[in-house]
């Protein structure tokens, strides 16, 4: 071997990542694979009137505020619990940059960083901390959706398949070279929930894969296609909007499944209707057949038929 470890043993990782489906699933697929996890850094925010400071040991429970949708949160052990099970240092960030937050991670002397689902842009000095760099787990097929909500893009997009991206963190975003990819299908009724585990659990293995490939120096790393790339941000309320005049019924199903669950409701625009805006959270059935009333939305119970571009939905 060409690195100057000694044979036996594992990647020193520090882990990234927040209490929700993708951080816990990831950082299990790491302990399983044997990667000695040396601790585990969580994003908090500063108290309005109150000293907080950069790093700090976590021992008791405390809110930690994202500004990353937590309607997931995990079914699974969060990272916390994992930590506390394994005896992992557990440390809360307030500021990433801070000469303290950069001195307490460095004494650790990790090879690398593994980062998933992490709410803070991490600086380039702690992006330089590990000797062979920081991989991210990112839920798209990078260059595509790059951004902090891939997984909502995904159903935007009417996209019938997405992946997992393992790549080397730089300081773009989501922009560094790729380790390991891998294609993900999305079947008519996925929920954003189903997406996000399956993208976690497989996104983890590959996670486990790159560090051990890494840290044996047998990784191949390719470059982004920047011609190819893609970035969204957080969706906007407009991003919530469904135009039934311009979707046919299966991509409004799937749309309305995917994300149903978003804290701002979706809304159904029908200005041709009894009704300007429609709010749903769930949608029941879809068809491609026309319906001979020509109203755009109908009561029907405690449910509405929306007429589609083609086709009709049930919400």
Known sequence: MSNSFEQGTAPRVLFFGMRGTFSALALNALLEAGIDVCAVVLPINAVPGRATPAITRYENPLPIRTMLPLAHTSLHTNIVQIAAKRHLPLWQVSRLNDSTT????????????????????????????????????????????????????????????????????????????????????????????????????????????????????EAQITEQDEARSSYHSFPAYEDLAIPVDQWDAREIYNFIRGVGHWESPLHIEAPDSEMDILEVRNCYEYSLEPLEDTRRIIHEGDSFIVRCKQGWVSV
């Open 102 to 217: 950069h001195a307490i991670l460095a004494d650790y002397e990790p090879d690398l960083a593994c980062v998933a689902c992490f709410s803070r842009l991490i600086p380039a000095r702690i992006l330089d901390l590990p000797r062979l760099g920081c991989l991210n787990v990112h839920p798209s097929l990078l260059p595509a959706n790059r951004g902090p909500e891939p997984l909502f893009w995904t159903f935007r997009e009417h996209k019938h398949e997405t992946g997992v991206t393992i790549h080397l963190m730089d300081r773009g975003l989501d922009s560094g070279p790729i380790v390991l990819q891998e294609r993900i299908a999305v079947p008519d009724g996925m929920s954003y929930g189903e997406l996000e585990t399956r993208c976690a659990e497989r996104g983890g293995v590959l996670l486990a894969q790159a560090a051990w490939q890494l840290y044996r120096d």
